[in-house]
Nanobody
Framework: VQLQASGGGLVQAGGSLRLSCVAS????????VGWYRQAPGKQRELVTD???????NYADSVKGRFTISRDNAKNMVYLQMNSLKPEDTAVYYC?????????????WGQGTQVTVSS
């Protein structure tokens, strides 16, 4: 199983970006999926996640600005980021708990850079 993230880039403060992540491989079930981010010199932190039945969870810092969604038919998860701030600058990683051959396992995408200029 592989996760491929895309959609990062450079944007001015107040702008928007949409990240996408697609899962491929032998997948029986995608359970929770989410987005994490890691800024320079900081630990990786959870931004948002969504369960298989659509229950969402957001970090306080992004509530009201970011929206996570998933398309189960396409094995995809999206992150719509609006009203971006310079402090949102980080490498964003998609994460998924996937049942493949055997027990559920954690998988990570390769990361996509988001840079917000002031």
């Amino acid at each position: 199983v592989q996760l491929q993230a895309s959609g990062g880039g450079l944007v001015q403060a107040g702008g928007s970006l949409r990240l996408s992540c697609v899962a491929s491989g032998i997948i029986f079930r995608i359970n929770a999926v989410g987005w994490y981010r890691q800024a320079p010199g900081k630990q990786r932190e959870l931004v948002t996640d969504i369960t298989s039945i659509g229950i969402t969870n957001y970090a306080d810092s992004v509530k009201g600005r970011f929206t996570i969604s998933r398309d189960n038919a396409k094995n995809m998860v999206y992150l719509q980021m609006n009203s971006l701030k310079p402090e949102d600058t980080a490498v964003y990683y998609c994460h998924a708990d996937i049942t493949t051959l055997g027990r559920p396992r954690d998988f990570w995408g390769q990361g996509t850079q988001v840079t917000v200029s002031s």
